[in-house]
């Protein structure tokens, strides 16, 4: 008995029709032209890394989630396995931030300083599908390696707004904070800088269970009251703005440093002024992301429309520095490609500026010479900007139209073989 083949694919994972590649081609298009005029350049990375690398602790849960390669021929040894390390020596990469690390640090003699990377492909995490969330799934990132001052954040921000502006979203907002604004809080408060990464990983779910429930969760960790209260009611002492970032300098005195003040406040203050898009920009004291690589500066955009991030980065000036033994400034920013796509395909959204479609069809008996008329036709108004497309007629020629519509065809041209010669 033969087994039937599957025609769905693979859970986390998705087929892709037509229209939405025409708005998946578009948006990419939109972003290399956008990022090239910020003097990004394109590069790219193998799908396939070292396990050694993917799980070397910078990557947070994510490590958690790799689709890991058993090895090959002659070096898979199942019966001699001892460990997982016996059986597997690659894996699929999970983000685009580590496999460019390793990139920067094999090839640094033969890139520019600063390096204005942009790169653009498929990851793939073994995580619960949900909505605008898969299990392969496209990035775009942008990085500039090399750069210690805050214009490489200023540069980034910029770029990632224009370019959001440009598919005319508007509602969005750019929260933006620091790690080591973070640890210079939880100090100030009596926490032991062993217990910081404990800490943060229950401040990330403020936007989830709310002032409450992070006490809560805090308390019952067995922390104590006192060091919760005033934490948390730092908080809520400071403003949304460059005066919350002045009061924090203030405030927590020497357990912040002056320059990272003032670069937070410099970053929000050039965007401000040089912005190209219509957004706003939030210094968000409570903003802590994930990945443990993260050094200095953190940013996310949020949308209103999706109710959650559609776009993340900071700064990791650390990452190189463990292939290369020798730190190298970077820092970067990625966009949610997947959530962008989805968004616009909600929202009814058409490319702009797209060819007109014209379609011939011809019927079954058409002679040679009249084929040869359509084909002439069809190239000349592919000259003229046409996407054309000839296709036989079919029976039912109205359902066959309807559909050609639907698709975005405004000229439909039926082909007879005693009235070619008219067309």
């Known amino acids: 008995m033969v087994m039937a083949l599957k025609k769905k694919p693979v859970t986390g994972m998705k087929d892709m029709l037509p229209k939405e590649m025409e708005i998946r081609d578009y948006v990419i298009h939109l972003i290399k032209e956008t990022y090239k005029a910020y003097g990004f350049s394109s590069m790219e990375t193998p799908c396939v890394e070292h396990i050694e690398n993917l799980c070397s602790k910078q990557g947070g849960d994510n490590e958690k989630l ?7 021929g002659e070096k898979l ?3 001699e396995a001892k460990e997982e390390a016996d059986l597997v020596d690659g894996g699929l990469r999970y983000d685009l931030t580590v496999p460019l690390a390793r990139y920067y640090a094999n090839h640094a003699n033969e890139l520019p300083s600063p390096f204005k990377a942009m790169q653009i492909g498929n990851v793939w995490r073994a995580d619960r599908p949900q909505r605008g969330r898969f299990r392969q799934f496209m990035q775009c990132d942008i990085d500039i390696l090399g750069e210690a001052g805050n214009l490489a954040e200023i540069e980034l ?3 990632t707004t224009a370019m959001l502006g440009k598919l005319n979203f508007k509602n969005f907002t750019v929260c933006i904070n620091d790690r080591n604004i973070l640890k210079a809080m939880a100090a100030y408060c009596g926490f032991k800088e062993e217990d910081y990464d404990e800490v943060f990983i229950v401040l990330d779910k403020m936007d989830k269970i709310g002032r409450d429930g992070v006490a809560a969760e805090l308390i019952q960790m067995g922390y104590a009251k006192e060091n919760v209260d005033t934490y948390l ?3 809520d002492e400071v403003a949304p703005d460059v005066s919350g970032i002045r009061y924090l300098k203030e405030k927590l005195g020497d357990y912040l440093k002056s320059e990272t003040a003032d670069g937070m406040e410099t970053i929000i203050s050039s965007v401000e002024a040089a912005k190209e898009a219509e957004f706003g920009i939030r210094f968000d004291p409570t ?4 990945q443990s690589y993260y050094t200095g500066t953190i940013f996310e955009v949020t949308m209103d429309d999706f109710g959650g991030s559609v776009a993340g980065g900071g700064r990791y000036d650390k990452m190189i520095g463990k292939f290369t033994g020798q730190d190298t400034p970077a820092c970067g ?10 968004l616009l395909l909600e929202n009814g959204y058409e490319v702009p500026g797209g060819r007109r479609k014209k379609a011939y069809l011809i019927e079954k008996k058409m002679p040679k010479e009249g084929m040869l008329k359509v084909l002439s036709l069809a190239r000349a108004d592919r000259e ?4 054309t497309m000839i296709a036989n007629m079919k029976k039912n020629k109205k359902f066959q139209k309807e559909q050609l519509e639907a698709d975005g065809y405004t000229e439909i041209v039926d082909c007879y073989a005693d009235s070619v010669d008219r067309l």
């Open 384 to 387: 003229n900007g046409y996407q």
């Open 77 to 79: 040894k199942i019966d």
């Open 287 to 290: 903003l802590v992301r994930g």
């Open 157 to 159: 921000i910029l770029a």
């Open 66 to 72: 790799i689709f890991k390669i058993l090895k090959r």
């Open 233 to 235: 009611g730092l908080f």
């Open 333 to 342: 920013f990625s966009i949610g490609f997947e959530r962008i796509v989805m």
